[in-house]
């Protein structure tokens, strides 16, 4: 059984700094990509970043120049450094992964990943 564990949400105030991680279990191989999503009660769900096998990555206008991912060598740790945090990032974040290869242009499209973490709340307080 495949296993997302995210760890490393909490509250910080407007402008402070907090770095998630993503550590899976279970998959027999690589992924192809691993991502981070969040979700706010009442809206859709959005893609944050992500990052392929081969490194490329992929922001969400709304937190680049502000987050970055990144992942270990063996690609099955993933973390997500937030700076500079806002108040509308507050969320709960969601780490995922894909059982299928596509396009990066793609990417940020939660309908394209299988497998799913648990979640942690991350509150950004002004």
């Known amino acids: 059984q495949v296993q997302l564990v995210e760890s490393g949400g909490g509250s910080v105030q407007a402008g402070g700094s907090l770095r998630l991680s993503c550590v899976a279990s279970?998959?027999?191989?690589?992924?192809?990509?691993m991502a981070w999503f969040r979700q706010v009660p009442g809206k859709e769900r959005e893609g944050v970043a992500a990052?392929?096998?081969?490194?490329?990555?992929i922001y969400a206008g709304s937190v680049e120049g502000r987050f970055t991912i990144s992942q270990d060598n063996a690609l099955n740790t993933l973390w997500l450094q937030m700076n500079s945090l806002k108040p509308e990032d507050t969320a709960r974040y969601y780490c995922?992964?894909?059982?299928?290869?596509?396009?990066?242009?793609?990417?940020?499209?939660?309908?394209?990943?299988?497998?799913w973490g648990q979640g942690t709340q991350v509150t950004v307080s002004s």
């Open positions: 995922a992964a894909p059982a299928q290869d596509f396009w990066i242009k793609y990417a940020l499209d939660g309908g394209r990943y299988n497998y």
């Open positions: 279970g998959y027999p191989g690589r992924f192809y990509y």
């Open positions: 990052i392929g096998s081969n490194g490329r990555t």
